[in-house]
């Protein structure tokens, strides 16, 4: 084992939807899991770090530092580090990516971010939408009780419409009546869901900028695990996006490994 390896930080992001705990071992996602936002989130990290040790075979004294991030980031009190969530997922993507990273697109559960950032995982400036669910994890969560479907069945539903039906709005009250209207034609679900992607992945493509994408662009949050809203991103884009693996941990990730030493790429 290199110095490295015996370095064992958390990485706790309170998030809008789901609290995230990842733990890093020698620069590596070692464990992660998230569980939904719910009233005590000290207590439930405290708890999933517990959980995380136990699965990895470690004892609390191993642990290094904890660093925690996102919208209910002041609930911890003593953590290592506390962190921002944008610069937090900035340096997380660029850590995943080995430097290769230069917008990140994140669809959480109640914002969208279009972030940029240098070679080192600096953050140089971002885009945000939060003014409304339009476009994001809550306008999904949404049409999925109104189709009396899970969002984790969204990505291969989505994938399996080839002729998605075309949905005007991305406003969540009114996409929900344009949703019943087409529930009472008779338009097959899975076409309703790629249409919401595409719905979705147009708001996305405007709020990025088409024009002012630089390079590799990559997509993370909870959102970018649905493989239909990504195909949907790609055809708006008209460009390949990258999803890294667990990209709903990336601000987790992001925050455990401000406390790390900084890779050579
Ligand atoms: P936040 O940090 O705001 O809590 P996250 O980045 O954790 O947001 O993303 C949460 C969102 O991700 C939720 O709205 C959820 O619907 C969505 N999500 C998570 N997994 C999936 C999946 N497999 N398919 C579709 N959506 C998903």
Not at 53 to 67: F, H, V
Request: aromatic share 4%; with cysteine.
């Amino acid at each position: 084992m290199t110095k490295d390896e015996f370095v064992l930080t958390a990485g706790i992001d309170l998030g809008s939807t789901a609290i995230k705990v990842v733990l890093v071992q020698g620069g590596r996602m070692a464990w992660q899991k998230a569980v939904p936002t719910a009233p005590g989130q000290a207590g439930i990290a405290q708890k999933l770090i517990g959980e995380g040790l136990a699965a990895l075979g470690q004892t609390s004294d191993r642990l290094t530092a904890t660093a925690v991030t996102g919208y209910g980031k002041g609930l911890i009190h003593g953590a290592g580090r506390v962190i921002d969530e944008v610069s937090a997922n900035a340096l997380g993507i660029c850590r995943l990516s080995d430097g290769r990273a230069r917008t990140v697109i994140n669809i959480g559960g109640q914002d969208v971010k279009v972030i940029r950032l240098s070679a080192t995982g600096k953050l140089i400036d971002f885009k945000m939408n939060d003014k409304c669910a339009a476009g994001t994890g809550r306008f999904f969560e949404a049409a999925g009780r109104i189709l009396d479907t899970p969002v984790e069945r969204f990505g291969p539903m989505g994938e399996a419409a080839v002729d998605p039906v075309h949905i005007n709005n991305t406003c969540a009250v009114f996409a929900e009546s344009e949703i019943v209207s087409l529930m009472a034609a008779g338009v097959a679900t899975e076409r309703i869901i790629q249409g919401l992607h595409h719905s979705v992945a147009r708001r996305v493509a405007s709020l990025a900028g088409h024009r002012d994408l630089e390079d590799d662009i990559y997509l993370d949050g909870g959102a970018a695990n649905n493989r239909g809203l990504v195909a949907a991103i790609e055809d708006e884009l008209c460009r390949d996006l990258h999803v890294l693996s667990h990209p709903q941990f990336t601000v987790a990730f992001g925050a455990a490994s401000a406390m790390e030493r900084p890779p050579t790429y």
